[in-house]
């Protein structure tokens, strides 16, 4: 199943995407808020660190974001996906059979928007505890997996939140 209007970001904690979707949110797009801080945050809420199991987080954010995912099929219009189903996956051979067939099988539009790490504007917080030189891994684990799985990653320029949504904006109304 491929969806064209499906606009995911993803790559890199902490380079901008939660603020554009955001933006475009707040401009009158149709955007789907990221399923791993808020998977973290619940969990951490009563205690828990789910990342200690990697295993049962990668599964409840896979889940989480299939549903998400299937919760907009008849949606024509864009709609712009913070994090999405690739990233679940490790990309390591070890993927759960469904997770990896949901990855391949549930297709967003061919171009990815990854913005790049970003030193200057990249935070730690309790959500977020990989150090900058970690996220820069992600990222290129991330870009791989786009890769390996048929996309085509886009760098989102650095500039104002402005810019970035006019950048994302002419490419999903092309």
């Excluded at 789910?50 to 896979?62: E, P, S, T």
């Excluded at 008849?74 to 913070?82: A, L």
Aim: glycine letters at 8%; a neutral charge; hydrophobic letters at 40%.
């Amino acid at each position: 199943m491929e969806k064209p209007n499906y606009f995911l970001f993803t790559g890199a904690p902490g380079v901008g995407k939660t603020t554009l979707i955001a933006a475009l949110r707040a401009a009158g797009e149709l955007c789907v808020d990221e399923t791993h801080r808020a998977v973290i945050r619940e969990h951490a809420a009563r205690g828990v660190d789910i990342r200690a199991d990697q295993g049962a987080y990668r599964d409840l954010c896979g889940r989480i974001d299939l549903a998400k995912y299937d919760a907009h099929l008849g949606e024509t219009r864009p709609v712009f996906f913070d994090r999405g189903l690739p990233d679940s996956l490790a990309g390591d051979g070890l993927d759960p059979p469904w997770l990896a067939q949901a990855a391949r099988s549930r297709r967003y539009n061919t171009c990815v928007l990854t913005p790049p790490p970003w030193a200057e504007i990249y935070v730690q917080d309790a959500e977020r505890t990989q150090d900058f030189d970690d996220a820069v891994r992600v990222h290129a684990r991330i870009r791989r997996n786009l890769t390996r799985l048929g996309y085509r990653p886009i760098d989102l320029p650095k500039g104002t939140v402005a810019e970035r949504v006019a950048f994302v904006l002419d490419l999903a109304l092309r």
